[in-house]
């Protein structure tokens, strides 16, 4: 399975529901579906072309997430079958693993029927079916429609990044670095794509240098901090702070340091995050 871009599909989305805000005056257009057979309908809905990979994603009130990624997006119609490059995921709430469309019991289509470069919106149907890799468990999502979606075409920079931090004592390096602003975040994602291991920053555009303390952003913490070891565990900072050194806000680059501990409410799993570092373009 392209493990990678089951990643991709769950860093996108958890960092670009984190830039939003409940006071978000721009349309977001509608994402529904039913699944398993149930209503699901998207409160926060949002999309993203960068580099060649669409990504769309919608957050339901109660937590759980709809996301769905297309490279090479110069087509109108997609299918999704195991180990494809296309995937879709559905994470239920409080969830620590995924389902996913490109794994062995995974099918499904994306069709847009209406693309608009002039506005930035794009509308189509979905449906899929994906699998937990975990467990081997189906969930069947189906009518899948979403209309009037705005998506923005630079969300992320990949250049001159560069990013450090040790991980439980042990220096890691990403192989991937960039970073993006969305809805007044600045999002800083440092990855490893044939691990799943990534790192997560998000920081209020405005940000002056000084020192901040790092918490989860899934209870609402301003800056917050995001560990995954792997593409089916979720970890947030716990604990940690983060000293800005540097934020030129009109050539968009961001320096600082960090540290965190990253866990989970609902995983065993934690880790130690240290002697962190980073210089990005956003």
């Not at 398993?36 to 994603?57: I, P, Y």
């Not at 920079?157 to 439980?168: L, P, Q, R, S």
């Not at 440092?190 to 209870?219: E, K, M, Q």
Request: proline content about 4%; overall charge negative.
């Amino acid at each position: 399975m392209k493990t990678h871009v089951v990643f991709s599909l769950l860093l996108f989305s958890t960092l670009f529901f984190l830039g939003c805000s409940q006071d978000d005056a721009s349309p977001q257009g509608k994402m529904t579906a039913k699944i398993d057979g149930q209503h699901w309908s998207g409160k926060e809905v949002g999309a993203a072309l960068a580099q060649g990979t669409f990504n769309l994603s919608g957050k339901a009130a109660d937590g759980s997430l709809i996301t769905i990624t297309l490279q090479d997006f110069t087509s109108d119609t997609f299918y999704l079958y195991p180990n494809a490059d296309h995937a879709a995921v559905w994470l239920p709430a409080n969830a620590g693993s995924s389902f996913v469309s490109n794994a062995p019991g995974g099918l499904g289509y994306v069709i847009f029927s209406e693309i608009n470069t002039t506005d930035s919106l794009v509308s189509g149907t979905f449906e899929f079916m994906a699998e937990n890799p975990l467990s081997g468990e189906t969930v069947f999502v189906s009518e899948g429609e979403f209309t009037n979606v705005p998506f923005t075409s630079t969300i992320a920079h990949v250049g001159e990044n560069t990013f450090a931090v040790k991980i439980d004592g042990v220096n890691w390096s990403p192989t991937l670095i960039s970073g993006s602003k969305v809805n007044g975040k600045i999002n800083i994602v440092a990855s490893n794509v044939s691990t799943g291991r990534s790192v997560g920053l998000y920081i209020p555009v405005a940000v002056d240098p000084g020192d901040y303390t790092l918490g989860d952003p899934l209870f609402g913490a301003t800056y917050g901090g995001q560990y995954n070891p792997d593409n089916q565990t979720f970890l947030s900072a716990n604990g940690g702070s983060l000293t800005i050194s540097k934020h030129d806000k009109t050539a968009r680059i961001i320096e600082g340091t960090f540290h965190f501990d990253a866990s989970s409410l609902f995983n065993p799993a934690t880790a130690t995050l240290t002697e962190g570092s980073f210089s990005i373009n956003y």
